[in-house]
């Protein structure tokens, strides 16, 4: 899983453009993995959720299940 990370980042970010900083490249990663990634990048190993929403629904299963 970690490779196929690496490699969609590798393709979806880092070889789209020329970096002037490394600054500028570790707000870039950053901002890929906070926020594209996590937030709206759908996954097919999480059942086409966001990281966000697979969790926020396994948090209110797990309420449940206890309740």
Do not use: C
Not at 57 to 65: G, Q, S
């Amino acid at each position: 899983m970690m490779e196929s990370f690496w490699s969609s980042m590798q393709i979806e970010l880092l070889n789209r453009r020329k970096w002037k900083s490394r600054v500028e490249l570790a707000n870039a990663i950053f901002d890929y993995i906070e926020i594209f990634h996590h937030r709206q990048r759908r996954h097919s190993a999480l059942g086409y959720r966001t990281p966000i929403e697979f969790e926020l629904r396994f948090e209110n299963d797990t309420i449940h299940a206890v309740s």
